[in-house]
C-alpha cells in the first residue's frame, strides 16, 4: 500500500437511540471528571498508561505528522527532581521567593478559588507523570526537519484523549503547566524543537482529596453553543 492510494471509510450502523443513549453516556461520565490536586500512592498498572497514550496518538493532527511526544515518568529520583525544578518556578511565579510575583494580580486573584500555591506534592506522590511535548518539526518520519502544522492544536486535541481514556480508566488527572517549562527538555532528554506543552499527572485520587467548589460551574449550553 502506498501513502496516496484510498481506502473506503464506513461506520456500524446505529439505531438512533442507541446513540443517543451512547452520547449521553459519554457525556455523563465525562462531567464527572475532575482535576484533581491530591493523590494516593496506589499504584497504576503501566498497561493503562500504554492504553491511553495510545489512544491520545489516535487524534488528528495537521497533515497527520502526529507532532507529539509523551516522556512517561514513575521513578522516584525522576519525579523529585520534576518537582523540584517546577516549585521553583512556581515559587517565582507565586512571588513565594521573596520576589516580585511573575503572576500579575489578575492572575493571582483568578487563581483565588483554586487554592493553588507553590507546593506541588502530588508530582511525588502521583504514580506516573506524562510530559507532553509539542515538535515543532520533524514530520512523520521524526526526522527533525520537515515542519509540522498546527500543532498546538494536534496535541491540544491529543491531551483531551489522553484524559479522556484515563477518566474511562477510573483514574484521576491533573494537568499541570508550570511556567516556564523549559526545564524539562533537558530533564526527559527531548531536543531543541520539541516544547514542552504541560505534565499530566496521573493516580488514584488521595482518601481525602477534596476539589475546589469553583470546578463545579460549569456554563449551560445556551452559553457554550449558538445555533445558526
Ligand atoms: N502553574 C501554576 C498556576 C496555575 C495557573 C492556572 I491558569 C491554573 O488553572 C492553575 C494553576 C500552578 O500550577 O500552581
Redesign the pocket.
Known amino acids: 500500500m502506498k501513502d496516496h492510494d484510498r481506502l473506503p471509510y464506513s461506520l456500524p450502523p446505529m439505531p438512533e437511540e442507541e446513540r443517543m443513549a451512547a452520547a449521553r453516556a459519554i457525556r455523563e461520565s465525562l462531567a464527572s471528571r475532575r482535576?484533581c490536586r491530591y493523590f494516593s500512592h496506589a499504584p497504576v498498572p503501566r498497561e493503562i498508561i500504554e492504553q491511553a497514550i495510545l489512544a491520545a496518538g489516535s487524534a488528528p493532527s495537521g497533515a497527520n505528522h502526529q507532532p507529539w511526544h509523551f516522556a512517561v515518568i514513575s521513578s522516584s529520583n525522576k519525579k523529585r527532581a520534576l518537582r523540584e525544578a517546577?516549585e521553583a518556578?512556581?515559587r517565582r511565579?507565586?512571588g513565594e521567593d521573596g520576589g516580585k510575583a511573575k503572576?500579575g494580580q489578575d492572575?493571582l486573584e483568578?487563581?483565588g478559588p483554586?487554592g493553588?500555591?507553590?507546593d506541588?506534592p502530588f508530582l511525588e506522590t502521583a504514580p506516573w507523570l506524562i510530559v507532553v511535548f509539542a515538535q515543532r518539526k520533524g514530520g512523520i518520519d521524526e526526522d527533525g526537519k520537515t515542519q509540522n502544522y498546527y500543532v498546538n492544536e494536534s496535541v491540544g486535541i491529543a491531551c483531551g484523549m489522553l484524559l479522556t481514556t484515563l477518566h474511562a480508566a477510573g483514574l484521576a488527572t491533573l494537568t499541570?503547566?508550570?511556567?516556564p517549562m523549559g526545564f524539562l527538555r533537558e530533564l526527559c532528554g527531548r531536543p531543541e524543537h520539541e516544547k514542552p506543552l504541560m505534565i499530566v499527572a496521573v493516580g488514584h485520587p488521595a482518601p481525602d482529596a477534596t476539589v475546589p467548589a469553583h470546578a463545579l460551574r460549569k456554563k449551560p449550553l445556551e452559553q457554550i453553543a449558538s445555533w445558526l
Open positions: 482535576t517546577a518556578e512556581e511565579f507565586y503572576a492572575w483568578a487563581l483554586l493553588t500555591d507553590a506541588k499541570h503547566t508550570p511556567s
